[in-house]
């Protein structure tokens, strides 16, 4: 099923009612990349993204980070490490706006 952006399918199935391939899950709005640095949660992990934040009074940037927790469809079943791309959805649960829609 194609979800109107270009990514790569997955290359397994999944029976998820929250996968945007396979389910029902509409995406939207951002699309973000970053790296898994969690996975023990149930069909969620959670992604960081680190970048830079400029500081106009000093002259200089500084690191921040940023993490998301994101879903995992069984389909992409993504792993600590991994790059992946994360989209956003409507909200599937208190914390949960966003879904993994490509291992990079």
Known sequence: MEIGIDVKQPDGTCDDK???FHGSLKVRGQIIEGKVVSDKM???VVVQRDYYHYLPKFERYEKRRARY???NPSCI???IGDSVKIMECRPIS???SFVIIEKS
């Open 18 to 20: 929250n996968c945007p």
């Open 42 to 44: 149930h069909k969620t």
């Open 69 to 71: 927790l994101a879903h």
């Open 77 to 79: 079943g993504a792993k």
């Open 94 to 96: 208190k914390a949960k």
